[in-house]
């Protein structure tokens, strides 16, 4: 079974219709995207419009694209999660195709005896939306906060509550407690994790300055638990800064294509992988780095 994988659009229409051309060309039968859907900030820079803005991409955009991947291309399942940026993400499914999949804590068998399971939380970032984000644990330090920071109201108006950041980062569960509460595969080895967070000091997390920004409390998930593979995204510069989109924790591999969304003459290209479940490293294949390997 061939599997796409990519991260961090971010709305931008021109990646999106290369991850179709990509979908046909590679004659993948599962996609999955990692997180950071929708648009960020809108031309305005305001933030009240940012959720209106995501639902609108959502709708008038996601929605009629995902309906064309399903119907015009070998793509049997989609598979999402929420990253950071996406505050609007729960009116997406409002109007998706059924073979498109909220993934976030979620579980999903595939026919084949693969599983898949999400987790769209990321440590503490310096940005402003928060809901998508927790304590990595009761210990690691975060970054300055700003204030306000916002959070999605429950109701369906789209409006921003603004939150006091320490505040309302301190009063939620940790990413270390959350992962105990996610579902448990039936078999470890051929668990696929979703996540956006990237795990932390590894060649998948490395930001400017060539820090790593990634969840202590993933790697160490990861170390426990040994699945066979982890999907990842958020930290879009780190496969340029560490030569390569892929690294191993004991038995398990993990990956973060990286993204660039540069407003240049030259539109960047898609940062995505394709590879076949069944042989990952041997038919792995990046659409912008060369032949990579965990060794």
């Known amino acids: 079974m061939k599997f796409l994988y990519t991260s961090d659009l971010h709305g931008e229409t021109h990646l999106y219709q290369e991850l179709l051309s990509l979908a046909v060309s590679s004659s993948s039968e599962i996609m999955v ?18 959720v209106p803005n995501q639902r609108t991409f959502a709708h008038q955009f996601l929605s009629p694209f995902f309906e064309r991947i399903l119907e015009t291309t070998s793509i049997q399942q989609i598979f999402l999660i ?8 729960r009116f997406l499914f409002t109007q998706t195709p059924d073979k498109v999949f909220d993934l976030n804590q979620r579980s999903c068998q595939l026919e084949n005896g693969y599983e898949l399971l999400g987790y769209p939380f990321v440590p503490p970032t310096p940005f402003r939306p928060k809901d998508f984000e927790r304590m990595d644990d009761r210990e690691t330090p975060w ?3 700003k204030s306000p920071s916002y959070t999605l109201s429950s109701d369906q108006s789209g409006r921003l509550i603004p939150v006091d950041p320490y505040r309302y980062l301190r009063e939620r569960e940790t990413i270390e407690e959350d992962l105990d509460r996610l579902p448990k595969p039936l078999r470890s080895g051929r668990a696929i994790y979703v996540m956006h967070s990237p795990p932390f000091e590894t060649r998948l997390d490395l930001i400017e300055g060539g820090k790593p920004a990634g969840s202590r409390s993933i790697k160490a998930f990861v170390q426990r638990h040994q699945p066979l593979l982890t999907l990842h995204g958020h930290i879009h510069e780190s496969p340029a800064l560490s030569g390569t989109c892929i690294d ?3 038995k398990t591999l993990s990956i973060n294509p990286g ?8 539109a960047p290209r898609l940062h995505a992988v394709t590879f076949e479940i069944e042989r990952i490293e041997e038919t792995l294949a990046h659409t912008c780095l060369p032949k990579v390997r965990s060794e």
Do not use: V
């Open 82 to 89: 929420a990253g950071n940026w996406d505050l609007g993400y």
């Open 248 to 250: 191993r924790i004991g």
């Open 259 to 266: 993204q660039f969304i540069r407003r240049t003459r030259a």
């Open 143 to 145: 970054p300055p906060q």
């Open 33 to 50: 995207i990692g997180g950071d859907l929708l648009p960020s900030l809108p031309s305005t820079k305001r933030y009240e419009d940012l």
